[in-house]
């Protein structure tokens, strides 16, 4: 069966630089949820997409934007980056209200140096 | 606003002894609630999740979990622990928000196995 796709699955970006992760949900699943897992902690909601409108806001930094394609695909952007940054980015993807239970990505791991 | 408490932090148990994770939630209506497992580096995977009916849950992996509203808790349980099920546990409750439910996790709860 189809998963959630994220990319890349590693990526290093030194300190000010910009990184876009990307998160292809599964096929007819119309909401992507945007997490952030750092070292030892739990994931923590960032932001989240109904029909290609954000639906929610979590605790997600100014220098970071997303956004939901006409093809369901999200893009996390994260600008100036900081040291603080490096985690697990984890996308999930879900029918409207979610009652079906998520289904995550397996993560980019986001390491600034 | 919706929170989850996991009040262990680390568990430890024989293979082949039983297992129950404790959640406790905070929620202001009927919860959605779900047990996620993650093995180290890798993403998150779900072990079952209660919405709505019978209280006692199956999951994947011989793993059941019980939705005590009373308790407002929602404990996991396997009556016998594989090696193999070495791993972080996280207990999540789903909330409505506009067309989709945003999840809150626990801290997770990190359950050794030995042999």
């Known amino acids: 069966a189809a998963g959630v796709i994220q990319s890349p699955r590693h990526l290093i970006k030194e300190k000010r630089e910009t990184a876009t992760l990307k998160c292809y949900p599964i096929?007819?699943?119309?909401?992507v949820y945007w997490y952030q897992q750092g070292p030892g902690q739990d994931p923590q909601f960032l932001i989240s997409f109904y029909e290609k409108m954000q639906s929610d806001k979590g605790s997600i930094p100014d220098r970071f934007s997303a956004q939901q394609f006409s093809d369901y695909h999200s893009e996390l952007n994260m600008s100036s980056l900081e040291l603080g940054d490096s985690a697990l980015y984890f996308c999930?993807?879900?029918?409207?209200?979610?009652?079906?239970?998520?289904?995550f990505g397996s993560g980019t791991r986001l390491t600034v140096v | 606003a919706q929170s989850v408490t996991q009040p262990d932090i680390h568990i430890t148990v024989s293979e082949g002894a039983s297992l129950e994770l404790r959640c406790n939630y905070s929620?202001?209506?009927?919860?959605?609630l779900f047990w996620y497992v993650q093995s180290p580096g890798q993403g998150l995977q779900l072990l079952l999740k209660y919405f709505s009916g019978d209280t006692l849950v199956q999951g994947i992996k011989g793993f059941e979990a019980e939705f005590k509203r009373s308790q407002s808790s929602f404990n996991l349980r396997k009556p016998s622990v594989h090696w193999s099920d070495a791993a972080e546990y996280f207990c999540a409750v789903g909330a409505p928000t506009g067309g989709g439910n945003k999840l809150t996790f626990g801290t997770g709860t990190q359950l050794k196995v030995e042999l």
């Open positions: 929620y202001g209506a009927t919860p959605y």
């Open positions: 999930a993807s879900s029918t409207g209200t979610g009652s079906y239970g998520y289904t």
């Open positions: 096929p007819r699943h119309d909401t």
